[in-house]
């Protein structure tokens, strides 16, 4: 079993900061893909943040400039840090893995449980 264990969201006011944490545990033997997605209330899951296949990281434009996404391979553990905190910015945070798990060859997509960042005006 593989499970995405999220961490680091709270409430903050606009303008600070928050750091999210995501660890992958279980039977992992690669991750291809890990990221971050969110999801406001009466709104779709977007993607914030992630590593692609080939180890490039990609953006939503609204976060361009503001969070940076990164990734201790050793810890199979991803980061958000996320500066410049919006009102709009006000959402669930979930972690997004695609994952080849030990003794298995197929890819499964996972999720985090979400982990809810407030940020007040």
């Known amino acids: 079993q593989v499970q995405l264990v999220e961490s680091g969201g709270g409430l903050v006011q606009a303008g600070g900061s928050l750091r999210l944490s995501c660890a992958a545990s279980?039977?992992?033997?690669?991750?291809?893909?890990m990221g971050w997605y969110r999801q406001a209330p009466g709104k779709q899951r977007e993607l914030v943040a992630g590593?692609?296949?080939?180890?490039?990281?990609n953006y939503a434009d609204s976060v361009k400039g503001r969070f940076t996404i990164s990734r201790d391979y050793a810890k199979n553990t991803v980061y958000l840090q996320m500066n410049s905190l919006k009102p709009e910015d006000t959402a669930v945070y979930y972690c997004?893995?695609?994952?080849?798990?030990?003794?298995?060859?197929?890819?499964?997509?996972?999720w985090g449980q979400g982990t809810q960042v407030t940020v007040s005006s």
């Open positions: 590593f692609s296949r080939g180890g490039e990281t």
């Open positions: 997004h893995a695609k994952i080849i798990r030990a003794y298995d060859d197929s890819e499964y997509a996972y």
């Open positions: 279980g039977s992992v033997f690669r991750i291809n893909i």
